[in-house]
């Protein structure tokens, strides 16, 4: 098996803010080089506090955050010359055009004349370099953000929900940018979301975080082949408690939902023994199937794993 270097690690990443709660415990972040790690988690799980502490934007004593085998907390400047990052939007100034913006932060960040062209080129913008940006839909303002974050050439790329808010358009495009900048341009990219569906359309690792936990870490293959073990059926029945009772018996029950029973199960082909067992139970079966495959199912699969 090809083992590629972790370009960012974190060694038993806790985090809490003054006063508060922890909101990180223990995380064990580990993005490989050539990757698009989707690091997916519900609201206030705790991604856009990592993503902080990986750009070195919160304060943190940890000494255990690498990025590309150095410490953030000794190399900070070194790290983020390798790394662009789109987690608080840069103030793009409205009234100028595409080009002139990048123009300012090229000039501030001291970048080759050259890069905003090519920028623009690799974000799709060339065409709209001339339009001011007021005139921009959210989703090219977007992209413009992406290749403000581009514009020092970084090898690795950190963004915080970046199609958050865009519609099924925009969402596809920066879906396309983002492979593109990965399969052409050879960067490293680690993108936060609440969608699984988003997730598993671009990444190549994923990580998930509950609760400031680290619940799962791998491929995402691995994350399929997790999903395809640990099946959850749904199963209408026309007499609830007695189906869970029947079920819980043999299977994991979820809580209910609405007038179905969710049963956590090791092999989709269980299903003919459920349904036999409430028959036999005295329980009418109207609908049995896989349950859909929102965040919320995988967190219960991964725990009951
Ligand atoms: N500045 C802060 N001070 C105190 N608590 C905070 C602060 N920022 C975030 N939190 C808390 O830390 C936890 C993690 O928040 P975080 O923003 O990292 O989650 P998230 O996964 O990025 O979710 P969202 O998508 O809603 O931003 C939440 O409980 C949040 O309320």
Redesign the pocket.
């Known amino acids: 098996m090809e083992i590629k270097q972790a370009v960012i690690e974190t060694d038993h990443l806790s985090y809490c ?1 003054r006063g ?1 709660e922890k ?1 990180l415990d223990d995380i064990n972040l580990s993005v490989p080089a050539g990757s698009i790690y989707g690091f997916l ?1 519900p ?7 990592t993503l902080r502490l990986l750009l070195g934007l919160l304060r943190c004593e940890n000494p255990g955050i690498r990025l590309f085998g150095h410490q953030l907390h000794t190399s900070r400047i070194e790290i983020m010359r390798r790394t662009g990052s789109l987690i608080e939007q840069p103030s793009l100034y409205l009234h100028l055009t595409g080009q002139e913006n990048l123009e300012v932060f090229r000039r501030a960040y001291d970048c080759p004349k050259s890069r905003a062209e090519k920028v623009l080129s690799i974000t799709g913008l060339s065409n709209a370099a001339h339009k001011k940006v007021k005139a921009y839909s959210l989703g090219m303002k977007q992209r413009l953000s992406i290749a403000v974050a581009l514009l020092h050439d970084p090898e690795l790329l950190i963004m915080d ?1 970046p199609t958050n808010g865009l519609d099924p358009n925009g969402i596809i495009e920066i879906r396309e940018l983002i492979r593109d900048l990965s399969q052409n341009q050879g960067k490293t990219v680690l993108v936060s979301s ?1 969608l699984l569906t988003e997730v598993e359309k671009l990444a190549t690792h994923v990580g998930i975080i509950h609760q400031g936990r680290l619940l799962f870490q791998g491929t995402l293959a691995g994350l399929q082949n997790l999903q395809r073990q640990q099946s959850l059926l749904e199963i209408e029945v026309d007499k609830l408690t007695r189906a869970e009772q029947i079920l819980s018996t043999h299977f994991q029950v979820l809580p209910k939902h609405g007038f179905a029973v969710q049963v956590v199960c090791p092999d989709a082909d269980q299903a003919a023994l459920i349904n036999y067992m409430l028959v036999s139970g005295g329980v009418r079966v109207s609908r049995l199937g896989v349950a859909g495959n929102d965040l919320e199912k995988l967190f219960l699969q991964i725990i009951s794993a």
């Not at 609201?43 to 506090?49: C, H, I, L, S, V």
């Open positions: 803010f508060g909101v988690g609201n206030g799980a705790g991604k856009t506090t929900e609440h």
